[in-house]
C-alpha cells in the first residue's frame, strides 16, 4: 500500500483568505451624515471619519434578554472610525460588565451604535446600526 496521495496545494487556487490587520481598515470618511434609528438624532454629520474598519466585531445585542447574566453580542461588520470623540453630534458611552466601551446615541441611548477600542482609543461606529440622512433634509441649518 502506497499512500501518494498527498496533492500539492495550488497557489494560484488558493482563495484570499487571511487578512492582515492592517488590511482591513482603510483611509475612508463618511459619506453621508448618520442619525439614530429611533429618534433620527444626528450622531455623526458626513466627512467626519477618518478610516473604516471592515472586520467583524462583537456588539452587544440593543435588547438584552433578560435572567441572562452575561452580555449578549450579535457580530457586526463595518464600523467608520474616528479619534475625536468631539467629532459626533450626539454620542453617549455604556460600559458592559466587561468593562469594554461602547457607544450609543446621545439622545435616547439607543444601540450600542459602536464601541471604543481599548488600546487606540478610536472610536468606531456601524452603519448598521444607524439610519442616513435622507438628503432632502440635509440643507437645514
Ligand atoms: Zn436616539
Not at 71 to 91: L, S
Not at 96 to 114: I, Y
Amino acid at each position: 500500500m502506497s499512500s501518494s496521495s498527498l496533492s500539492l496545494p495550488s497557489a494560484s487556487m488558493k482563495p484570499l483568505e487571511k487578512e492582515e490587520n492592517n488590511g482591513a481598515v482603510e483611509a475612508k470618511t463618511n459619506e453621508e451624515t448618520l442619525v439614530c434609528k429611533i429618534c433620527q438624532t444626528v450622531v455623526i454629520l458626513k466627512n467626519m471619519t477618518t478610516e473604516w474598519l471592515n472586520e467583524e466585531r462583537e456588539l452587544p445585542l440593543p435588547r438584552q434578554k433578560k435572567g441572562i447574566d452575561h452580555t449578549q453580542t450579535e457580530p457586526v461588520r463595518g464600523y467608520f472610525g474616528v479619534k475625536d470623540i468631539f467629532a459626533f453630534e450626539n454620542v453617549g458611552f455604556t460600559r458592559s460588565s466587561e468593562g469594554k466601551r461602547f457607544l450609543v446615541c446621545g439622545e435616547c441611548e439607543q444601540g450600542p451604535v459602536g464601541y471604543v477600542d481599548p488600546e487606540t482609543e478610536m472610536n468606531y461606529v456601524t452603519p448598521e446600526r444607524l439610519d442616513v440622512l435622507q438628503a432632502s433634509q440635509d440643507g437645514k441649518n
